[in-house]
């Protein structure tokens, strides 16, 4: 029996995330997912009166396909991709498959090159299309968030059909906040953090970019970073796991990394001259996502949560960092965590995971 929760995303995606208009061609990739998400979406696509067109990908192929990469390989799937990516106004990812560490035995170089090469399609996508990305629920992804498959299916409908509208008062203030803002201090456990966003924008997001949703990010400016972080959110990258990331910052760089895999976390860092800078300072506020469950997508929004990005600005609140890099890297400053605060201007802006401020107080959990 189809389950009508697929055509409401759907609905979702295409009406309210990207706004499809007549006429319009709209990219949908698939990963690894059902073939009824993707009928749903053209269906979707056509009764807006957009053109849909369709990539499917698995992830299982696309190891393979880096285990031997070679710049000339990515250089032509790149050049194809950014001529399909320029035909499109919208794109839409939709993005399963049951291994989160697929590409954990790709050499490191390997998955550095196709990184590099592809960088300037995604950022393609990033800059010049309105697009959306989700991930489509898995048995790894329940066994990850530590629930049954029901009920996280459930979750992720509830979480992923979250009326975004309910917060767009709350988020168009910290957005002008983060705007106004020039200098940020962030307090808590293992971690004390001084850097500028002046001159940067602060760009609110709610359901446009990602689903789930629901964050404000800017930059700090490159090289103003001071201090150290401590993570306390697991994170796999590159389908490497993660734990206890932390970072010592000097004139914005990262001159210190550790973590429970230092050698392969260097390695990351090393990518480029870019990678040891920070592109995105973004704080979250999902009132549905509470807890990490090493999928980015989802931790990055948790309420109560902000992340701190080695890697590419995006254009939108740049600080010219370019990098093939761009790690969401999440803390929780909920009492539960730890607990932690987060100053704009010497104003304390949210302690222990609550905004303080009037006009912020819709954003809290």
């Not at 001159?255 to 592109?279: E, M, P, S, V």
């Not at 995105?280 to 090493?294: D, K």
């Amino acid at each position: 029996m189809h389950d009508p929760r697929i055509d409401q995303l759907s609905k979702q995606l295409v009406g309210y995330s990207t706004a499809v208009k007549e006429g319009e061609g709209v990219l949908i990739e698939l990963f690894d997912v059902p073939p009824e998400i993707g009928i749903s979406l053209i269906r979707e696509v056509r009764a807006a009166g957009g053109i849909p067109y369709i990539n499917i990908h698995s992830l299982k192929l696309s190891r393979e396909m880096q285990m031997g990469a070679t710049a000339k390989q990515f250089e032509t799937i790149t050049d194809v991709g950014m001529y399909q990516m320029k035909k499109v106004d919208c794109y839409i990812a939709v993005r399963g498959g049951m291994n989160s560490n697929e590409f954990a035995d790709v050499p490191s170089e390997k998955r550095q090159l196709a990184a590099e090469m592809t960088r300037p399609l995604m950022n393609e996508r990033v800059n010049n299309t309105r697009w959306c990305v989700l991930r489509w629920p898995s048995d790894a992804m329940a066994q990850s968030a530590g629930m049954s498959t029901e009920a996280f299916e459930d979750f992720y409908f509830r979480v992923c059909l979250l009326d975004y509208s309910k917060l767009q008062d709350g988020m168009s203030a910290l957005e002008k906040r983060m705007t106004e803002a020039n200098d940020v201090h962030i307090i808590g456990e293992g971690t004390d953090l001084k850097f500028s966003i002046a001159g940067i924008p602060g760009v609110a997001c709610g359901g446009n970019f990602n689903i789930p949703d629901g964050e404000c990010f800017t930059a700090p400016v490159k090289d103003s970073v001071q201090g150290h972080i401590s993570y306390n959110a697991p994170s796999i990258y590159q389908g490497t796991s993660f734990d206890n990331v932390k970072f010592e910052f000097k004139d914005g760089k990262i001159i210190k990394a550790t973590a429970n895999n230092t050698d392969a976390l260097n390695q990351i860092l090393d990518t480029d001259d870019g990678a040891r800078f920070i592109g995105e300072f973004a704080i979250g506020f999902n009132p549905e996502v509470m807890e990490p469950m090493r999928d980015i997508l989802f931790d990055e929004k948790i309420a109560g949560s902000f992340h701190f990005t080695p890697g590419q600005a995006y254009e939108v609140a740049d600080n010219t960092n370019r990098s093939a890099v761009h790690w969401d890297l999440v803390n929780i400053q909920r009492p539960e965590y730890g607990g932690g605060e987060i100053y704009f201007d010497g104003e304390l802006i949210r302690k222990d995971g609550q905004f303080l401020p009037e006009d912020l107080k819709s954003l809290n959990y």
